[in-house]
């Protein structure tokens, strides 16, 4: 054999065995968690909670949450999928930004089904109709009777995906004709709609829990099939006659395509363990989040349901964001 010929396989033998070795040594250094939301919003808030929880079934490896929020998380989605395929940047995305924004999005920079593979589901988290403190609205009956009164005085504030959905079905289903206002983050929104700048947002409900608990908002109904464990009394939106169950988002951890099989394995076990945990079940509840635990192949199945879901809320409501 050509001694050019040994060399060769003695190199790629060693790089076989580097790779190897890299894998079980998995992470060796932090891992970044993209998430297209701002510090302190309803997906920052459980990320962090989970990945405190991650680093005890860890022993101690370091994950960073890196929020790049804008475009209704469509900045932090691109940014993970054209990550490097190596396990050491993931993204934390719900059905509602990787499906919902293909949708709605006229393009969208990324190819969620071929650009992303999920590595496990994490929690359910619904949103709620929100008004200011001052808004005399008790019901969801009351605020429409409020809003028509104004005419095209009145306003609502989305930030995500999920909240102009929710706005769309329930403005063209009362017969309103308001006014939107787009903000970059959900905090923006729930300022305004707390000085009474805008008449109603729909906010994920792990945010607007919180606020409630402030009394910089109240809420009147969620847009979950089955009302909140966190605040029963607060009825659905589909029970009141505004189908917005189909649009829930489901949250998941995703990496890159391309991510060797040993580490999105090692990834979905911690994920799992982590999501399944009683400290993490517990704070969601208690928070106006839903636990939920499944692994790629149900990640899978959810975003098929919900690009199928979205593509629907899209022709039915008419929504292009360019």
Do not use: C
Not at 56 to 80: C, L
Request: glycine share 8%; net charge positive.
């Amino acid at each position: 054999m050509k001694l050019a010929r040994i060399v060769a396989i003695l190199i790629a033998v060693s790089a076989g065995l580097t790779s190897v070795r890299a894998q079980d040594n998995y992470p060796d250094k932090p891992v970044r968690i993209m998430l297209g939301f701002a510090a302190g919003s309803g997906a920052d808030i459980p990320a962090r909670f989970l990945l405190e929880q991650l680093r005890q079934i860890t022993n101690g490896a370091t994950f960073i949450v890196d929020n790049r929020p804008g475009a209704s998380g469509n900045i932090a989605v691109d940014a993970g999928a054209k990550a490097k395929p190596d396990g050491y940047t993931l993204l934390l995305a719900s059905t509602a930004t990787t499906a919902g924004n293909t949708a709605l999005y006229k393009p969208v920079p990324f190819d969620v089904k071929k650009e992303l593979v999920p590595i496990a589901a994490l929690h359910e988290n619904g949103f709620a109709l929100a008004i200011g403190p001052d808004n005399p609205s008790k019901t969801v009956a009351e605020l429409t009777q409020y809003l028509k009164a104004k005419g095209k005085r009145a306003t609502y504030g989305w930030a995500t995906t999920v909240g102009l959905a929710g706005s769309v079905a329930y403005t063209t289903g009362a017969g309103l004709d308001m006014t939107p206002v787009a903000y970059k983050i959900t905090p923006d929104a729930v300022r305004d709609l707390s000085a009474g700048q805008i008449d109603f947002a729909f906010v994920d409900t792990l945010y607007a829990s919180g606020q409630e608990r402030q009394g910089k908002v109240k809420l009147l109904a969620v847009t979950t099939a089955t009302p909140n464990p966190a605040m029963p009394n607060v009825p659905t939106m589909d029970s009141l006659g505004y189908r917005t169950s189909d649009t829930t988002p489901i949250w998941a951890m995703w990496a890159p395509a391309g991510t060797p099989k040993p580490i999105l394995d090692k990834l979905a076990n911690w994920f799992m363990q982590a999501a399944g945990s009683k400290a993490y079940a517990d704070f969601l509840l208690n928070n106006g989040g839903v636990p939920v635990k499944g692994d790629a192949a149900f990640m899978t199945k959810k975003l098929d349901e919900a690009i199928t879901a979205w593509n629907k809320v899209a022709e039915v409501a008419k929504i292009d964001i360019k």
